[in-house]
T-cell receptor, first 114, second 115 residues
Framework: DTGVSQDPRHKITKRGQNVTFRCDPI?????LYWYRQTLGQGPEFLTY????????KSRLLSDRFSAERPKGSFSTLEIQRTEQGDSAMYLC????????????FGPGTRLTVT | AQTVTQSQPEMSVQEAETVTLSCTYD???????LFWYKQPPSRQMILVIR????KQQNATENRFSVNFQKAAKSFSLKISDSQLGDAAMYFC????????????WGLGTSLAVNP
């Protein structure tokens, strides 16, 4: 068990560019979550997958955001036409279907939009 | 809608002393779970302790314990024998026992440990 990994750890991009982040959950964890955390705030829920199915999306997730989890393994989060307000830490977490409801987090991807 | 409130933006404690971090929440659900997570300066979120709402007994994990008051919707974290490595942001989080299990978070408490 190597834990949840995220790539890249840091991303600097210019406004208007597209970016894609990757999350590899703990193997055999069926549930995968994306959260966004801005400085001085708690994380905010963005979206949730159970296996390959995206079952819920927050209203925070505008149409510039898209997430996938092909084959129920790793997940990608893409932001198109980035805006300065997208600058944040993007956290990924995974959780088993059966268990005690806690989520295990990756180190996050820090996005800076200039 | 469920909410989580942490009213202490910053706290400090002397090494080896005890500190209590406060958390209150609001929900109409009867079946839910509460967590304390720690986020050190490296920023990886680490689970500290969990509490099931249906359990009356307060959870304990080594130097960390909670005071869960269901009727008052209060869930405080006590850290005993504080260590320098306890310095971090501490977040209180809630999830219901429903299908999505998404976490709802407080704003966090920054804990400083003074040597």
């Amino acid at each position: 068990d190597t834990g949840v990994s995220q790539d890249p750890r840091h991303k600097i991009t210019k406004r208007g560019q597209n970016v894609t982040f990757r999350c590899d959950p703990i193997s055999e964890h069926n549930r995968l979550y994306w959260y966004r955390q801005t400085l001085g705030q708690g994380p905010e829920f963005l979206t949730y997958f159970q296996n390959e199915a995206q079952l819920e999306k927050s209203r925070l997730l505008s149409d510039r955001f898209s997430a996938e989890r092909p084959k129920g393994s790793f997940s990608t989060l893409e932001i198109q036409r980035t805006e300065q307000g997208d600058s944040a830490m993007y956290l990924c977490a995974s959780s088993p279907d059966l268990g005690r409801y806690e989520q295990y987090f990756g180190p996050g991807t820090r996005l800076t939009v200039t | 809608a469920q909410t989580v409130t942490q009213s202490q933006p910053e706290m400090s404690v002397q090494e080896a002393e005890t500190v209590t971090l406060s958390c209150t929440y609001d929900t109409s659900e009867s079946d839910y779970y509460l967590f304390w997570y720690k986020q050190p300066p490296s920023r990886q979120m680490i689970l500290v302790i969990r509490q099931e709402a249906y359990k009356q007994q307060n959870a304990t994990e080594n130097r960390f314990s909670v005071n869960f008051q269901k009727a008052a919707k209060s869930f405080s974290l006590k850290i005993s024998d504080s260590q320098l490595g306890d310095a971090a942001m501490y977040f209180c989080a809630y999830t219901n026992a429903g299908n999505n299990r998404k976490l709802i978070w407080g704003l966090g408490t920054s804990l400083a440990v003074n040597p």
